[in-house]
């Protein structure tokens, strides 16, 4: 069953972040993703995440698409102007991908390419509309389309904000949903009573929210995103546990396949596990479920 009639039909969905490779080898790529391809619903093909030079996730996207994997693919306002974004989109559709997801993109100062200029000829809202230009059969400049594409749209949200932030991100979810996007990802949830505010104030029957699970790679990892990263909260007990296992690697892994499991029962629309970087420990995850 494909992603998009999985999540229109409130079905759980299963998907996994593949980094693109930092190079021209896809081998280790297509590789860790056949491991779990049974088990998992597609693949997420971050658009050079933290402003790290990667292949591009529509290359990374069709080579998996090529492969036999559905796969979606990330697009962000900040390396193209609008034709470019335009001509991506229409490219993605033709190669058989039909599952974008729309994000503004990390600042180019804090990756791997200091002296990058950000482009932003367009913000995020502006390009979900645009997408639901190309799909009624028109690009930005109302020129008419030989095929329009058709796209299952997704977005993030910031769904652990509280107070005065948590009401900006239900407006700006409304307006993202308004503008086409059906699926919203969160930031890595290590609690799921974090999310109980964000979820009372939503329709789950519109609108499905998969949170990101996180696999940590150590306590000092854990203690450094929950001192320092914004919307993310790691219980003290997680971390304690990482520092008092035998095998910190094999507990890291417990700790994601619980969260997913904790997910799974509370009703979300769906996961999606990020392994930055350790895409061979999917299928150990995926076992301890």
Known sequence: MHLKTKIESGEFVMMAEMEPPKGADISLMIKNARRVKEQVDAFLIPEMSNAVMRMSALGGAIALQQAGMESVMQICCRDRNRLAIQADLLAASACGISTIMAVPGQDPRFGDHHQAKAVYDITLLEMLEAIQKLQNGKDMAGIDLKGPPQFL???????????????????LLNQKNQHGARFFVTPPIFDLHTLGPFLNRIDRSRIAVIPTVLLLKSAGMARYMSRNVEHIFIPESIITRIENASDKSRECIRI????????????LGGVLISTIGWEDKLPDILENI
């Open 153 to 171: 749209v997704g977005a993030t949200v910031q769904a652990q904000a509280r107070g005065e932030t948590l009401e900006t991100e239900m407006e």
């Open 256 to 267: 994601a396949a619980e969260m997913i499991a904790t997910l799974k029962s509370g009703g």
